[in-house]
């Protein structure tokens, strides 16, 4: 079992920043696979990043290549999604997800989620 809680969600103007954490405690976390997903009002729940058990690899959506940064600690247990120049469509509930593979996309792809937490981006 992996037990995951995001932090650091919020209000922020457009054009801003928020770092975004994800606390994972339980089955070995540096072997996991961790990724960040969003979902918005009436939206299907969408990939915005992962990253590999080292740290070096990494995949990013389309939407948030060159803007945000995914990063992990394996000695904090710790996953972060840097978010920069936000945008009001980014606003949503973001998600942390763990898995224990190869890096993927797609919600079925990771076994185990946070709560989520939401970030609001105004204009």
């Known amino acids: 079992q992996v037990q995951l809680k995001e932090s650091g969600g919020g209000l922020v103007q457009a054009g801003g920043s928020l770092r975004l954490s994800c606390a994972a405690s339980g089955r070995t976390f540096s072997s996991s696979t961790m990724g960040w997903f969003r979902q918005a009002p009436g939206k299907e729940r969408e990939f915005v990043a992962a990253?590999?058990?080292?740290?070096?690899?990494?995949y990013y959506a389309d939407s948030v290549k060159g803007r945000f940064t995914i990063s992990r600690d394996n000695v904090k247990n710790t996953v972060y999604l840097q978010m920069n120049s936000l945008k009001l469509e980014d606003t949503a509930v973001y998600y942390c997800?763990?898995?224990?593979?190869?890096?993927?996309?797609?919600?079925?792809?990771?076994?185990?989620w946070g709560q989520g937490t939401q970030v609001t981006v105004s204009s």
């Open positions: 997800a763990a898995a224990f593979g190869r890096l993927g996309n797609r919600p079925y792809d990771y076994d185990y």
């Open positions: 990253i590999g058990w080292s740290g070096v690899d990494t």
